[in-house]
């Protein structure tokens, strides 16, 4: 942990231009982005007096070992600049809104060329328009109810297929939920418009499409097409039904985006009612924790940056107004942010009393709860996790507390497409995102000893070319252009340096576990010493008795059967496992349907794919003769007869070797 008084820049060095600054820990990541209108006094204020600082602050300053700043023109680009560096950098002491996905939306593929209604959930697509979120049992309801006006096909790509082949539609195209494009029925423009009717629907036209019903309703009962109107009358009780579904809660011309936040010492709950034409149409929530110390302001302003900015769903729908519980910070800048993206004018106000006022109070208790359920879920779980790394550090004795912990575990069978995986914990908590998959060939792949020393030194080389590549040379205080201080002309250091490459890794863990013993192990810790790599610690766990392994140890470490520890491991290592045995999968089932035509001479990868998709099998191709291979697209006689020598060929040996379980590895008996 660096003093801060051991990389404070000079005063001198600093401009007292507008900019943004980074401050970066030993080994280069960017741990906190800021702006300032004034660098020198703002960068200043964290070097003064650091034991006046409050704690995050405090910890933020100590964990850093050397700052960076950018000088800018205005304030809206520092506003700008500082949002694209946390959207990149992902700083841990900056302020990040994690989306609740706990309620399901109703999206439209409108991207497609096909269209089709669906339930999503998690992260949003492109081209994708999005509707909600809903209660579980109320988009279905809302769903089954509109494709009976809107039949837009609602079925996954593999029955959309399957109906197009076999010329028949599924269930929901014989009782007309669906317009059956699949078959002809309708052509794709036709349905097209189907679904931007149903898109306009719940967008907020329900009056318009009512009332053509009701229109055509009319037109039926005058020419006695009774049984038409029947059916008409119908559709218009199923859209009044989910249209009356939402009330009307502001005056019908409202068009608002209203956030209300709660939030205590350590993290803050926001929730957001999206109203269109005076009616609630959605709702959403985030929780934060407030790993800054941020004021309301400050968390009302990343708060808007971060909805808006990531979200171009969400900025195609931008309302003229946008209430909030109190006046951001930079309001002047987000104001003309907003009204940039929406191309109109943005009111960012605090509603002070009448409906508007009314509303943000039910937002507010929306968000006091929702902060309660997020804490009873995760209480239990927080207690567990810190148990489980403070039982596991002690039962090591490691000098060092377990925020990041790496696994690896190598997968083949026989010795055949050896591969291998890492995944990654961080706080008691799996981080997918840096996990990775390693295939190994050659000599590494020899036995679990050689393969696991080879994959633990790829992934600490890679660490050590990123160090060198990411990390400022020593001694000096990085500006924007890499001089030592920032150009105070007002142009970005951006435009005038090349930013590093983003690191192939993430930053080392505090513990290696491998899935193994003591061979394993020692591997691991001799691929790391022969890096120069000694504050990493390594462990193994053996399936059979569940020992951990130290390395040069002739004696495992024995976690009690009920240790949470122990738990935590076993844990880790079985979701290396899980992954290392997908990919291994993959990579033979791959290996095991191409292999059969590869090394045909002349029979390249275009024509190999031009030959299966004509078959469609290999079981085909291998029954096929020459004069019909010469029927796919770019096969000659010549080439025909290459392949069918090659199978043939490939078939007598496959009678002369024994037969093998592909799972257990075990030769089967004939």
């Known amino acids: 942990m660096a003093h801060p008084a051991s990389y404070r820049p000079k005063t001198g060095e600093i401009p007292t231009n507008p900019g943004v600054y980074r401050f970066r820990d030993p080994h280069g990541r960017v741990i906190y982005v800021g702006k300032a209108k004034n660098l020198r006094s703002r960068l200043n204020s964290y070097f003064a007096n650091p034991a006046g600082l ?7 300053v100590h964990a850093a070992s050397s700052v960076e700043w950018t000088v800018v023109g205005s304030e809206l680009e520092s506003l700008q600049l ?3 560096w946390i959207k990149e950098f992902k700083p841990r002491f900056n302020v990040m809104f994690r989306d609740d996905k706990s309620y399901p939306y109703l999206a439209v593929t409108m991207g497609e060329k096909i269209p089709r209604v669906q339930v999503m959930r998690g992260e949003r697509k492109k081209g994708t328009r999005y509707f909600g979120p809903y209660t579980a049992g109320a988009i279905r309801e809302t769903m089954d109810t509109l494709l009976r006006v809107f039949p837009v096909r609602s079925c996954s790509a593999g029955v959309f297929k399957r109906a197009q082949a076999s010329g028949r539609p599924c269930l929901l195209g014989y009782i007309d939920k669906c317009s059956a494009p699949c078959v002809g029925r309708v052509t794709p423009e036709e349905h097209r418009v189907l679904a931007e009717d149903f898109c306009a629907f719940m967008g907020g036209e329900a009056k318009r499409f009512i009332n053509r019903l009701e229109k055509d309703m009319a037109a039926a009962v005058a020419e006695l097409d009774y049984e038409r109107a029947a059916g008409l009358r119908d559709d218009i009780i199923a859209l009044r039904k989910v249209f009356e579904r939402n009330a009307v809660v502001l005056a019908e011309d409202t068009d608002a985006d209203i956030f209300a936040l709660h939030d205590d010492e350590l993290e803050a709950s926001v929730q957001v009612f999206h109203v269109r034409g005076g009616r609630v149409r959605g709702q959403r929530g985030w929780v934060v924790e407030k790993v800054e110390d941020a004021t309301t302001p400050e968390l009302i302003e990343h708060l808007l940056l971060q909805v808006y900015g990531e979200d171009s769903e969400v900025q195609g729908r931008l309302p003229r107004e946008v209430l909030v519980p109190e006046t951001p910070a930079n309001q002047a800048e987000l104001t003309e942010w907003l ?8 009111d960012i106000r605090v509603p002070q009393r009448g409906d508007k006022a009314a509303l943000m109070s039910t937002v507010r208790e929306n968000a006091e709860q929702a902060l309660k359920l997020h804490k009873t879920r995760r209480a239990g779980d927080i207690t567990v996790r810190s148990l489980a790394l403070q039982e596991l550090q002690e039962a090591l004795e ?5 925020l990041r912990i790496e696994c690896f575990d190598i997968s083949h069978v026989q010795g055949t497409n050896v591969v291998a995986s890492m995944v990654v914990v961080e706080d008691g908590l799996p981080k997918k995102s840096d996990y990775r998959k390693f295939s190994i060939t050659g000599p590494a792949a020899a036995d679990d000893t050689a393969a696991m020393h080879d994959v633990l030194t790829r992934r600490f080389r890679h660490y050590l070319n990123d160090k060198v590549a990411q990390v400022p040379v020593s001694g000096e205080i990085a500006g924007p252009a890499g001089t030592g201080a920032g150009d105070a002309s007002g142009v970005p250091a951006s435009d005038t340096t090349t930013p590093a490459p983003k690191a192939k890794f993430a930053y080392p863990p505090n513990l290696v576990v491998v899935d193994g013993g003591q061979p394993q192990v020692n591997a691991a810790a001799r691929a790391l010493a022969d890096l120069g790599i000694d504050d ?9 008795l569940e020992e951990v392994w130290l390395p ?6 024995i976690l009690p059967r009920t240790s949470q520890g122990l738990y935590l491991l076993q844990r ?8 290392a045995i997908t990919f291994h999968r993959q990579k033979r089932g791959k290996a095991m349907t191409v292999s059969a035509l590869d090394g045909v001479p002349g029979l390249g990868e275009a024509k190999r794919k031009a030959l299966v998709s004509h078959f469609g099998s290999l079981k085909k191709i291998k029954a096929a003769s020459v004069e019909e291979l010469t029927s796919a697209k770019g096969i000659g006689p010549a080439l025909a007869a290459a392949v069918v020598q090659h199978l043939g060929s490939q078939a007598g040996e496959a009678e002369a070797a024994p037969a093998v379980n592909m799972t257990t590895g075990e030769i089967i008996e004939s």
């Open 54 to 60: 409050l704690p995050k602050t405090h910890a933020m």
């Open 82 to 84: 500082e949002y694209t």
């Open 339 to 346: 009204s940039g993206l929406r191309g109109a004018k943005v």
């Open 398 to 402: 490691l000098p060092v507390p377990l």
């Open 536 to 544: 990493v610690y390594v462990v193994g766990l053996a399936k059979r």
């Open 552 to 557: 040069d140890s002739d004696f495992p470490v």
């Open 572 to 579: 880790i290592r079985d979701e290396a496992h899980r992954f």
